[in-house]
């Protein structure tokens, strides 16, 4: 996963599976909007580890870098992906 794009479409898909199929934009407030919460982010962190091959520490769960797609593929970047 080295394209942003992709990595991008790779999160979108990973929350739209979390998120039993709501509709959901690069931009949509997932902690505000209720589409996550304590225990889908959990799954959440669990699938993005498991699919880039990252290790997200308790300190990396922040709101800011699960607020929205946008915000959870600017992370994953981060990490070296």
Do not use: H, W, Y
């Not at 599976?17 to 889908?40: A, H, K, N, Y």
Request: glycine share 4%; with cysteine; net charge negative.
């Amino acid at each position: 996963m080295s394209s942003n794009g992709s990595v991008l479409a790779t999160v979108k898909a990973i929350v739209t599976e979390i998120s039993d199929g709501r509709p959901i934009e690069d931009d949509t407030l997932l902690i505000v909007e209720r589409v996550i919460d304590s225990l889908t982010l959990i799954r959440l962190v669990g699938l993005i580890q498991k699919e880039f091959d990252i290790q997200v520490k308790d300190r990396d769960i922040q709101p800011e870098n699960f607020e929205n797609v946008q915000a959870i593929a600017a992370f994953v970047k981060s990490k070296g992906c």
